[in-house]
């Protein structure tokens, strides 16, 4: 029988370190589910602390009807050396994995060259060739790398694929130009999500590309992210959890948009 929602499930989540990707951990386990965090190390890179290890420790310390949390260390979704270290993992060998969760980015992925919140290194006139092929590397080909690694493993019929896009990789929401490495990376992801949606179709597996909104992380300087609106991890997590939720074979390939006080729904910006 396919999984539903108030069904403990097992969850994959890169990029778990910080920001979304640690919060998701955070809350999916305080559900009751069995959560894979995989990280490149446990020590973020924004935030220069190790925050993860609390988390998969409070999960070992609860009492009764709590999740788990296991921590996969080495996992660089950039390298293609992630594949083999995914499918040698003893922690996943075997298992089957009912929702797979493609965060991991970087910092780089949105400054460039210039610094964290720089234009001039992602303006047109100042982007190089090799921040828009690293950051299409990281963004793109990275959540492809790990799918390709995990798809044996995928529940099918009735496991997700959910991608963390944002509405910078919308073409049509697109009014004010630059970042040019970090909105061609996630439109490439917008359509990697709509691709796999098509070509899973007959596996039962729904696929989403989902938005989180402007969230206040360490990616971000916070000072700029609450100025232009942005929501708590908090906030957009719960709403990243309910778009996972809801997601099943017959909304499968629609571009979700989480904002902080509305209900998810298809980004307005459209792909």
Known sequence: MAPTATTALTYLVTGASSGIGLELVRQLSSRGNRVFATVRSRVGTASGRDELSSVAEACEGADGGGGTVTVI??????????????????????????????NAGGVNAISG?????????????????ATMMDTYNLNCVGSLRVYR?????????????????TGMGSIGDNGSGGLYAYRCSKAAVNMMAKGMSVDLRDAGIAVVAANPGMVVTNFVKPELAEKMGGMSATVSCAGLIKIFDDLNMENTGKFMGVSRNKSPQEYAGGW
């Open 73 to 102: 260390e080495g996992v660089d979704v950039s390298k293609d050396g992630v594949i083999d270290r995914l499918r040698s993992c003893e922690e996943l060998r075997g298992g089957t994995i009912d929702v797979l969760v493609l």
């Open 113 to 129: 060259a210039k610094g964290m919140g720089s234009l001039g290194g992602q303006s047109l006139a100042g982007v190089d060739s």
């Open 149 to 165: 690694a995990l798809a044996p493993q995928m529940r099918s019929p009735g496991g997700k694929v959910c991608i963390i896009s």
